[in-house]
């Protein structure tokens, strides 16, 4: 038996990553400094998976930006705008972020041969299966070839040869983004067909990688195959056992590595694949695990992922060992340990937490931590001294939680009992309650609005910071907030925008700022994990039962409204978005967590309502994203999320308007239930598409009313009143003009004033021209 690693985070303790890259980006650091601290992290995450008794090393999990973009430039899949006659690692970053500075990072151009060209867009951007990760989609193009272009994997897997021989009975295991999934992630852009008709060339590339890994000593390599666990079609499952005879011939021996969810009929294939080993998820494929464990051949290698990779709970030992004990009994030293997926999704360190509550801190584990559980286990199965003392002491940790009382609170128990009493429909039908609220608020035809935030300068972030660290009073952080706020309204008042915001000055993050004021909630002080390239995010953890103790918005909100006589919006987050974006505590169904967190919100929303706040918005941006993979399981998903959206918003009166907010989704997998949120507007990302993404609620004849974003805000670049005209009669072609609404793709938080001022200048200044030109269609 032997302990292994799949993967382990990349931004360093201290997040060291982030600050060099931007640090390059900004010129004020050299390439030369940049790789230097990049090969630190390596080596430091190296020297602590030897330490943890890590046995196989994987190399190439660590990314400068993103992993999918290293196999990119590994294999020579550069779109033809950022081509140039030499590789240079400028060109990843350029094909990552563009020329154009981005929404939340310096500019690279300092780095970059020619100007900025509106032709030198980014990649797009997509999330990591049902992850919050982001990685960056490989082109394909009419001209499209592979070749080895990047050598960085092989001279990372030469670092690391020399680190594991000093590290002792330690082997070095390169991390490949396999073949399929490569392709099937892969968007064609100039070219047409199958992706399926790059394949044979793509394999020569990947034999190519291969030799020239074995040539340096490499005995084993992972190749990840995630999209073995979606219901695949029969020729991209057809495709696996070609693909693996071919990759068998090199001599370097092979672990097929799934994750995220179970084989479900794809084992039928996978057991037959010409490879050496094959790596399941233990625990989002726990229902399929006995079944591996008899069917896979016992003289191949088995790995057991029995560790979270996705969520930072302490393993229950009892339970992975039910599924750890057959394994070990059939394939003896076949059978190596290791977490679920790479440990890229989880903070690095629980040991640097020294805010964390004591109880709650001793029932999590962070990366370095998860590293001790595999070992422990192992230590379990082959019966060493400390086994009895280990498992006692896990059982002990986890009966504590069960009966924890900070976790579990017997009153929000009592309510969500009570769910059955409450009606999730609204009063009336939306063709009825449109008709009280049209012609209460007056509006005109395509009302402008934004979609929250406006920006925050670095003085409203140094409020913050002061406030809570202690050196501004609560009086006079109270005070200038309102200076803030008193400051946005009168700058939307002057673009005579329709329906204002008070700009959100108070908040963080838009679920931060709820999970601070909710019981339930906590949060770390080092918890990074990365989400791309430099961002990083601090998850909340979501550790008990969640209530409200007191409103939440209401006073910054009522506040803003008392400043003017024209239609303030509240804002909140919503409970789907509320769960996926945090750690989510895992010893009751994810389903009850967010019905929890929907009572709280709504009962913020009726206090917002007996404000005086006549327009709710509540963003549901990761609605699409909690989709589970297997096309079988989202009707259960889309049930319980729609049902908790209505949750928090059918107790309010019918002439209170319901606003949501969708970033970009792939609306034709959940249009459905969209629909049945039943928000009087949704307002969605659709510039970047050029109103193409409409298209799924024009199919669908969506009903209620709609705001498709008319200026993409992650670009500074400001629109000009044509463009924005262009796109919204392009709405009205299919959409009724009195449905629309005029707004931009998203919240403003991360521009500046300089851009955010002409832009919604312009959009009402389109709005506007727009209501002329209906006026003199519907006079003649």
């Known amino acids: 038996m032997k302990i292994h690693n799949l993967g382990y985070p990349r931004i360093g303790g201290q997040r060291e990553l982030k600050l060099a890259l931007e640090a390059y980006w900004s010129d004020s650091q050299s390439l030369e400094e940049l790789q230097a601290q990049a090969a630190e992290i390596r080596y430091q995450n190296y020297q602590t998976q030897i330490t943890a008794g890590v046995q196989w090393l994987p190399v190439n999990d660590f990314a400068l930006y993103d992993q999918v973009l290293n196999m990119s430039t590994l294999l020579g899949v550069i779109p033809s705008r950022f081509r140039q006659d030499n590789y240079t690692l400028d060109v990843s970053f350029r094909m990552a972020r563009g020329r154009a500075p981005s929404d939340d990072q ?9 100007a900025t060209s509106k032709a030198d867009y980014a990649c797009d951007m997509k999330k990591w299966f049902d992850t919050n990760y982001h990685y960056i989609v490989p082109e394909f193009e009419t001209d499209t070839t592979f070749a080895i272009t990047d050598t960085r994997l092989f001279d990372e897997v030469s670092e690391a040869l020399i680190i594991a021989k000093d590290g002792g009975d330690v082997g070095v295991k390169p991390v490949l983004i396999g073949p399929l999934t490569y392709l099937y992630l892969g968007q064609n852009k100039s070219r047409t067909g199958s992706r399926l008709d790059l394949l044979d060339e793509l394999v020569e590339s990947y034999i190519d990688v291969l030799q020239r890994l074995a040539q340096q000593g490499v005995e084993w390599v992972q190749i990840d195959e995630p999209i073995l666990v979606l219901e695949l079609e029969q020729d991209w499952q057809q495709a696996f056992t070609k693909v693996y005879e071919k990759l068998s011939s090199v001599g370097v021996n092979c672990l097929l590595t799934t994750y995220f969810e179970s084989l479900g009929s794809n084992l039928a294939i996978v057991k037959e694949l010409a490879v050496q080993g094959l790596h399941i998820d233990g625990l989002r494929g726990a229902s399929q695990v006995h079944q591996v464990i008899d069917s896979w051949p016992a003289e191949k290698v088995l790995s057991l992922g029995l560790i979270d990779g996705r969520n930072i709970w302490q393993a229950d030992y009892q339970i992975a060992l039910l599924k750890a004990l057959p394994a070990h009994e059939k394939f003896a030293e076949n059978l190596w340990l290791t977490t679920s997926c790479s440990l890229l999704h989880v903070p690095v360190d629980l040991n640097v937490e020294k805010g964390l509550d004591v109880e709650l801190k001793s029932y999590l584990a962070f990366a370095r931590q998860k590293l001790d559980e595999i070992a422990d286990l192992a230590k379990i199965l082959q019966g060493g001294k400390d086994a009895d003392t280990i498992l006692v002491a896990n059982s002990k940790k986890i009966q504590s939680r069960k009966e924890s009382t900070a976790i579990h609170n017997s009153q929000v128990q009592k309510r969500l009992n009570r769910l059955a009493e409450i009606d999730l429909n609204r009063h009336q039908k939306f063709a009825d309650r449109i008709q009280l609220q049209t012609a209460k608020f007056k509006l005109p035809l395509f009302p402008t609005t934004s979609i929250g935030s406006f920006p925050q300068t670095s003085e409203i972030r140094q409020t913050r910071r002061d406030f809570k660290q202690g050196r501004l009073s609560a009086s006079d952080y109270q005070r200038r907030m309102q200076t803030e706020i008193e400051f946005v309204v009168r700058k939307q008042e002057s673009l005579d925008m329709d329906v204002l915001v008070h700009g959100e000055p108070e908040r963080n993050d838009m679920v931060e700022y709820f999970g601070e ?21 601090k998850p909340p953890i979501i550790y008990g039962d969640v209530s409200r103790e007191a409103p939440m918005t209401v006073a910054w909100s009522a506040y803003a409204q008392s400043l003017t006589d024209k239609i303030m919006k509240g804002m909140l987050s919503g409970p789907v978005t509320m769960l996926q974006w945090s750690f989510v505590r895992d010893d009751q169904p994810r389903s009850e967590t967010c019905q929890q967190i929907a009572l709280a ?37 889309l049930t319980w999320a729609v049902d908790a959206f209505r949750l928090t918003t059918s107790g309010v009166a019918d002439t209170t308007q319901i606003h949501t907010h969708m970033c970009y989704s792939e609306f034709n997998d959940i249009i459905e239930a969209v629909a049945k949120m039943d928000a009087d507007v949704i307002t969605i990302e659709t510039s970047k598409s050029q109103m193409k993404l409409l298209q799924a609620f024009v199919d669908f ?17 400001i629109p000009e009143v044509a463009q924005m005209v262009e796109l919204i009669e392009k709405a009205t072609e299919n959409i009724p003009a009195e449905h629309l609404w005029v707004n931009p793709d998203c919240g403003l938080k991360t521009r500046g004033w300089q851009e955010t001022e002409p832009a919604l200048r312009n959009m009402v200044a389109a709005a506007k021209q727009l209501r002329e030109r209906w006026s003199m269609k519907t006079s003649v």
């Open 106 to 114: 310096p500019c690279c151009s300092g780095h970059s041969q020619s």
């Open 601 to 637: 919100l709504r009962d913020e929303v009726l206090d917002l309502e007996s404000a005086g706040i006549r327009i709710i918005q509540i963003d549901e941006a990761a609605l699409r994203e909690g989709l589970p993979l297997k096309k079988s399981g989202w009707q259960a998903y």
């Open 701 to 717: 004849e969506y009903p209620n009313q709609i705001g498709p974003g008319v200026y993409d805000i992650h670009s500074p670049n």
């Open 517 to 537: 004021q909710l019981n339930g909630y906590a949060f770390t002080q080092f918890g990074w994990v990365q989400s791309y390239g430099s961002r990083c995010v």
